[in-house]
């Protein structure tokens, strides 16, 4: 999993609030696959993402935490399945979205999707 989880600080994750719209999870939900190559980064505003492969968990908990930004940019596979815990908001960045935002130097978001892996 390395280079695919990144943590950003609480004035970048506020910023990208304000521009995405969160979303609150009501059940377990399956989110990506692995083997799949995502169509959205993800980052986690509050809850628990698990990350499984092989039967052996990982459990994310920190708020601002991000993944599959790299693997959608880079057409990457993800090694691993993620599972979103009952009551946990997303942040969810749609690719088209975000490859809009690096294009656009001038954006106070740029330099955040820039951390961001891409």
């Known amino acids: 999993m ?7 600080d609480p004035k970048k994750l506020e ?17 990506v696959y692995e083997k799949q190559i995502p169509n959205t980064g993800i980052i986690l505003i509050s809850g628990e993402l ?7 968990i990982l459990e ?11 693997n959608m940019l880079d057409n990457i ?14 942040l969810l ?9 690096l294009n656009e130097k001038n954006s106070p978001l740029h330099s955040v999707c820039t951390q961001l892996g891409a």
Request: with cysteine; charged share 35%; hydrophobic share 35%.
């Open 2 to 8: 390395k280079n695919q989880i990144q943590k950003l």
């Open 15 to 31: 910023l990208l609030k304000n521009y995405f719209e969160t979303m609150k999870f009501q059940s377990d939900f399956d989110l």
């Open 50 to 56: 698990n990350l499984l492969k092989k039967k052996k």
């Open 60 to 70: 994310l908990k920190l708020p601002g935490i991000s993944l599959g930004i790299k």
């Open 77 to 90: 596979p993800f090694r691993f399945n993620c599972r979103v815990k009952k009551d946990t908001e997303l």
């Open 93 to 101: 960045i749609p690719k088209s979205e975000l490859i809009r935002i």
